[in-house]
T-cell receptor, first 113, second 111 residues
Framework: DVKVTQSSRYLVKRTGEKVFLECVQD?????MFWYRQDPGLGLRLIYF???????EKGDIPEGYSVSREKKERFSLILESASTNQTSMYLC????????????FGPGTRLTVT | TQLLEQSPQFLSIQEGENLTVYCNSS?????LQWYRQEPGEGPVLLVT?????EVKKLKRLTFQFGDARKDSSLHITAAQPGDTGLYLC???????????FGAGTQVVVTP
């Protein structure tokens, strides 16, 4: 079974802090994704990566950056956390461009105060 | 702007009843997926439909992809409390593997 793990289930940070969310997958997947999930809005794509050191902006990249130095690890960085970034953050991976099934981690609920 | 609209947003039914969730779009998708998400967990893939008009069954769950590949439905027969969860549809339309998600339908099945 594919396993996607996220570094924290719950995180509380202060406004202006730099926040790192880590995601690791163990199935040698090419693609990795970061979403945020808010009630009534569904999942919105922040960034995705289709290879090591490659990244593409999703629908809502403002205020975020990403890093993918190794194939199995994809990090989401909030450069200066703000209260409107309080949300559930979900990481996902998929095998390659041709297969669209995505496997999700359990999520990190981030609260910015 | 949501490219995929799900309805209803919330559904509460008694055990044994049937329910249908709809996913509609003005866009054509190359494939469409349904996920279920339980509280505190990430979504888990239930099914992928690829061909227009396709019908897939997964035990008591029936999934249909519209002929024009713009809409889909999920029908649950004789719902059970274990079917409780947030049901999300997601459409794929580009070559990167990106998905567009609907806002979800919260289903609650009470004993």
């Amino acid at each position: 079974d594919v396993k996607v793990t996220q570094s924290s289930r719950y995180l509380v940070k202060r406004t202006g802090e730099k926040v790192f969310l880590e995601c690791v997958q163990d199935m040698d997947h090419e693609n990795m994704f970061w979403y945020r999930q808010d009630p009534g809005l569904g999942l919105r794509l922040i960034y995705f990566s289709y290879d090591v050191k490659m990244k593409e902006k999703g629908d809502i990249p403002e205020g975020y950056s990403v890093s993918r130095e190794k194939k199995e690890r994809f990090s989401l960085i909030l450069e200066s956390a703000s209260t409107n970034q309080t949300s559930m953050y979900l990481c996902a991976s998929s095998r390659d461009r041709g297969l669209y099934e995505q496997y999700f981690g359990p999520g990190t609920r981030l609260t910015v105060t | 702007t949501q490219l995929l609209e799900q309805s209803p947003q919330f559904l509460s039914i008694q055990e044994g009843e049937n329910l249908t969730v709809y996913c509609n779009s003005s866009s054509v998708f190359s494939s469409l997926q349904w996920y279920r998400q339980e509280p505190g967990e990430g979504p888990v893939l239930l099914v992928t439909v690829v061909t227009g008009g396709e019908v897939k069954k997964l035990k008591r769950l029936t999934f249909q992809f519209g002929d024009a590949r713009k809409d889909s439905s999920l029908h649950i027969t004789a719902a059970q409390p274990g079917d409780t969860g947030l049901y999300l549809c997601a459409g794929a339309s580009d070559s990167w593997g990106k998905l567009q998600f609907g806002a979800g339908t919260q289903v609650v099945v009470t004993p």
